[in-house]
């Protein structure tokens, strides 16, 4: 008989790969339109056509930090220390956006056809022409470091805790997350997952208005993201727990280091069954590697069983007869 299967060498999260000449820059950013990814790093914004292995440079020029990173139909916006940029030709060429110069901007989102913003002491603004214009909501103030959206609701993470908006970003609720900063948002199913620093995760299945602390109790987490079934996250600092970049299969309740467990990581994001790392020693890739197995099993007839099981017999009795 011949059998045919599947043996999983590596999953995705557990055990990562350096991407070529990636190791001089701090990555803080990452986004996929189509099948390109494009990462914001301290001086310049890349892209890369073979999910994250190789890199062109497109911006070495303007502005030094590139924050935030997020896509709105064709168009990729960009959140930087010299204002919020975009680009239609998938990042290679882009445009400033006037009036948003003295801010940086440390996190974007997408909820409907709106883009909604974080600054550093602006406030929280959102925009209904793909990033062109910008309006600034009831939050005029504070720094927002974290976006995500679930359902129809935007949670973000600030330096003052955690909050919500259930109009699109205009006006915005403090969760029962009073305090602490907040670096991370992700969704996985029902759940929101965030990254605190210094507080370890925490999780929501009240979609962001009260919260529980998972087994992981420090740390500063940068970056969040999920593949598959599987939470994936980056760790900024070793301060209370291991560093480097984590995993959890229960939604977020409890968690284990991968083989990375050095370095700062500010970003992730996912490019098919890949997943992309943005840290301040280059960039790195992990997936699930599979090796097509075939084996084959011999079975005896009928014949070969009978003449078998004399022997065997044959065998026991001179066993037995040697007592």
């Known amino acids: 008989m011949i059998i045919e299967k599947d043996v999983t060498l590596q999953t995705v999260g557990e055990a990562w790969t350096n991407s070529t000449g990636t190791d001089n820059y701090a990555w803080e950013s990452l986004c996929v339109i189509g099948n390109r990814v494009i990462a914001g790093s301290n001086g310049s914004i890349w892209y890369s056509d073979d999910n994250g292995e190789t890199w062109t440079q497109v911006i070495a020029t303007i502005g030094s930090e590139w924050y935030s990173l997020c896509v ?36 974007l989102c997408v909820i409907g056809n709106r883009v909604i913003a974080g600054s550093d002491s602006d406030g929280i603004w959102y ?117 480097g970049i984590w995993y959890s299969d229960d939604n977020g309740e409890t968690w284990i280091q991968s083989d990375i467990t050095g370095d700062t990581w500010y970003s992730l994001c996912v490019i098919g069954n890949r997943v992309i790392a943005g840290s301040d020693g280059g960039i790195w890739y992990s997936e699930t590697i599979t090796q097509h197995v075939i084996e084959q ?27």
């Open 72 to 107: 709105i139909g064709n168009r990729v916006i960009a959140g930087s220390d010299s204002g919020i940029w975009y680009s239609d030709d998938d990042g290679e060429t882009w445009t400033q956006v006037i009036g948003t110069t003295s801010s940086e901007w440390l996190s």
């Open 297 to 323: 099993t011999k079975y005896l007839d009928q014949a070969g069983a009978d003449e078998l099981f004399t022997q065997f017999m044959g065998y026991v009795d001179s066993l037995v007869g040697g007592e």
């Open 127 to 243: 925009s209904d022409d793909d990033g062109e214009s910008w309006a600034l909501s009831d939050l005029t103030g504070g720094t927002w470091r974290a976006l995500c959206v679930i359902g129809n609701r935007v949670i973000a993470g600030s330096d003052g805790g955690i909050w919500y908006s259930d109009d699109d970003g205009e006006t915005w609720i403090q969760s029962d997350i009073t305090g602490g900063t907040w670096h991370a948002l992700c969704v996985i199913g029902n759940r929101v997952i965030a990254g605190s620093d210094g507080g370890g995760i925490w999780y929501s299945d009240g979609d962001g208005e009260s919260w529980i602390r998972s087994d992981i109790t420090g740390g500063i987490w940068g970056a969040l993201c999920v593949i598959g079934n599987r939470v994936i996250a980056g760790n900024i600092s070793s301060t209370g727990t291991g560093g």
